[in-house]
């Protein structure tokens, strides 16, 4: 980034003139506007963020996964505090912080999705007073960080920043060892379904041992699965052990009620009740187009995204009760990460059962990935042909990053995010 | 050959497994079933011992913390050391590659003893991690032309003593000084590249196959799995020779949101 002296009468132009870029960059169909924004924004006015954010509260969510979905929930349960501003889903990098903070106007509540290997630069750059942390998980290697180098990123940001108060998911080990010193972390337990990247204890590198209810502990130092303020089990929230309500979302799949838990925590730490936090994160429908239901040229298509081994795993778990066709989706653009090599860490065959169609820059890669797991499915050349291909009334479409936004803009429909927190 | 017995020993999958490396173990017995043979997958975990009956040990790659457990379990372990002298064949990649040579370094440590199976040293890079595609002109002895596969790893290997897996035309491979990439001898085939390396480089496979029962193969390329192997190859070894640097690309990469520098 440009550190230099930037004058007033270029600050002064910068919000106007990244409004402007953004609208002609989004008309033009060169995709989101907001991303060119966001640059010229965070360039021509270096010191927006932390000139804006100043007198706002902001509360930040990362995660490997579901920070997207968390994020929207978390915007609907604190919208019952005051209005909230927050970013488009994908723009979670410094620029679109810059942006969601140029337009916050009167809004005083930010909640902001974050790249995970973004978190430190602007959780210093806001003074973020919360943040949501979920998951960490394999995903994009060649760009982010290893798993546990990015956990120490973390756990030296909210070292460095004891008055930051942090909801942790502590079922993950990379989360609790982030958080371990943090006086101010209110400690959940969601259950943790992903275990292949917290094979070892993140302080000394030993086994970690996991025991009934999700428990961990290092074979040889005193790492472990600490005791947690709250915790859910069959969609109930407890508080102290004590149940408090039972989380319903508007999202398929148990990973949603989870990231639904932690929202509506959220919520009942600044003082709403369980009921109201809850009901708030009930009424999240679809997020950035997934989990949307599109009626197209005579198919009801449902469009989902997974972009990572612990995130198909998770669809794949929500999937196994279905019969439809499956259209996947793959591609290896900068944003989705060059390497492909993740496909053999996905249990697809669990998809046996199934007909499947991929597309996509990378469908042979995808291809060849089922037929060595021996399953039915078809390789074809675009989403429109794929679709051409599906037997029955309806499918099931998933995509990584960019292949779910070129399904989501074949359909003629937008991937960006309600920005008004559907409320 | 269809009484023929073959089992592949996927080594420590929760520690050394990050790039998808449980796909090279897969895709040996899935080659070796569509032949007839009666294969068999053997998953050992870092805690359990490992099994001593394999005709190919899988190593893949791993985050610093767990190669030194690996290493340090399979040095406890024992079985390892055993079979390679006995001639059972080893494919290593990347930090598997890194733990069976003599030494190899951390973030934290420098000389990390190896198991010393092979004569190869891997030290600290001081330049850029090398990360991207990485395309081989392989070990004539193959008779394979190209190797395709990704990289991404900071250690850098230097041969002692002995030949390479093969030559690099695109990408690092073992080190920046030289275009060599992994190591070959009778028993071993290490690699930088995962991709997975099995999944690009079918033929690769293949010969594996051959050692292990000393036959040429039926070619699978009539097969869904063949066409596709192939198709796949084509399109990587074409993205990594051909345009380059198009102007289409660079739009592609200005105007694409997420678009970050590494
Ligand atoms: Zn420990």
């Not at chain 1, 290997?117 to 750059?125: D, Q, S």
């Not at chain 2, 899988?58 to 002298?85: F, I, S």
């Not at chain 2, 991404?152 to 897996?165: S, V």
Request: net charge neutral.
């Amino acid at each position: 980034m440009i550190s230099r002296k930037v004058s007033g009468f270029t600050r002064f132009l910068a919000g106007p003139l990244a409004t402007i870029v953004g609208r002609a960059s989004r008309a033009s169909g060169r995709g989101s506007g907001e991303a060119v924004a966001g640059l010229i924004l965070n360039r021509l006015d270096p010191g927006g963020i932390e000139r804006i954010s100043r007198d706002k509260s902001i509360v930040l969510v990362s995660a490997t996964n579901g920070k997207t979905t968390t994020t929207a929930m978390c915007v609907s349960v604190l919208s019952k505090v005051a209005p909230v501003f927050t970013n488009a889903s994908g723009n979670n990098m410094t620029p679109g912080v810059a942006l969601a903070l140029e337009n916050s106007n009167k809004s005083k509540i930010g909640v902001l999705e974050v790249d995970e290997a973004h978190l430190g630069e602007v959780a210093r750059r806001t003074g973020a007073q919360w943040l949501v942390l979920m998951n960490l998980s394999r995903d994009q290697l060649d760009r982010i960080s290893e798993v546990k180098s990015l956990a120490l990123r973390w756990k030296k940001l909210i070292d460095q920043n004891p008055e930051i108060s942090v909801i942790a998911n502590v079922s993950d080990p990379h989360i609790h060892f982030a958080t371990m010193n943090c006086n101010k972390v209110v400690r959940v337990a969601l259950g943790n379904q992903w275990k292949l990247d917290s094979t070892v204890c993140p302080v000394c590198d030993s086994a970690l041992e996991f025991g009934k209810n999700e428990f961990y502990r290092c074979i040889d130092c005193d790492f472990r699965m600490p005791t947690a303020k709250y915790s859910f089990e069959s969609e109930v929230l407890y508080r102290d052990k004590s149940a408090i309500g039972t989380v319903h979302v508007g999202l398929p799949g148990h990973f949603n009620a989870c990231n639904g838990a932690l929202a509506a925590i959220l919520g009942i730490e600044w003082g709403l009740s369980p009921e109201d936090a809850l009901l708030s994160v009930s009424k999240v429908r679809t997020v950035a187009g997934r989990y949307d239901t599109i009626e197209h040229k005579g198919l009801s298509l449902t469009t989902l995204m997974a972009k990572n081994p612990a995130g198909w795993q998770a669809l794949i778990d929500m999937l196994a009760s279905d019969e439809r066709d499956i259209v996947i989706g793959i591609n290896a653009r900068v944003a989705d990460g060059r390497d492909t090599s993740w496909l053999y860490d996905v249990d697809f065959g669990r998809f046996s059962t199934r007909r499947v169609i991929c597309f996509g820059d990378r469908r042979w890669d995808i291809g060849l990935r089922l037929s060595y797991a021996n399953v039915d499915h078809e390789v074809v050349e675009s989403f429109e042909r794929a679709l051409s291909h599906v037997v029955g009334s309806e499918a099931v479409v998933v995509g990584n990053y960019t292949a779910f936004q070129d399904a989501r803009s074949t359909l003629r429909v937008s991937s960006r995010p309600n920005i008004n927190g559907g409320v | 050959m269809a009484t023929s017995k073959f089992k592949v020993v996927l080594v420590y999958p929760d520690l050394l497994g990050t790039y998808g490396d449980s796909g090279n173990a897969e895709i040996l017995v899935r080659r070796a079933t569509l032949r007839g043979v009666d294969a068999e997958l053997r998953v050992v975990h870092s805690q359990e011992r490992l099994d001593d009956s394999g005709d190919v040990y899988v190593l893949g790659g791993g985050e610093d913390g767990p190669q030194q457990a690996a290493v340090d379990a399979l040095r406890r372990d024992g079985v390892l050391k055993e079979v390679h002298q006995q001639g059972r064949q080893i494919l290593a990649i990347c930090a598997g590659f890194q733990i069976i040579g003599e030494s190899f370094a951390t973030s934290d440590v420098d000389n990390v003893p190896g198991l010393g199976l092979i004569p190869v040293v891997t030290r600290r890079g001081r330049q850029r991690r090398c990360v991207g595609e990485l395309l081989c002109e392989a070990s004539s002895e193959l008779g394979i032309a190209l190797l395709s596969g990704y990289e991404n790893h900071g250690g850098q290997t230097e041969i002692l003593d002995g030949n390479p897996l093969g030559r690099v035309i695109r990408g690092v491979g073992n080190r920046y000084e030289d275009t060599q990439d992994g190591y070959l001898s009778d028993n071993v085939i290490a690699s930088y590249a995962h991709g997975p390396l099995l999944a690009r480089n079918p033929a690769l496979a293949d010969r594996l196959l051959e050692r292990v029962h000393g036959l040429e193969l039926e070619s699978l390329r009539r097969r869904d799995i063949g066409i596709e192997a192939e198709n796949l190859r084509r399109e990587r070894i074409k993205e990594v020779q051909g345009n380059k640097g198009s102007v289409r690309t660079l739009m592609r990469r200005l105007t694409q949101p997420n678009s970050r520098t590494v």
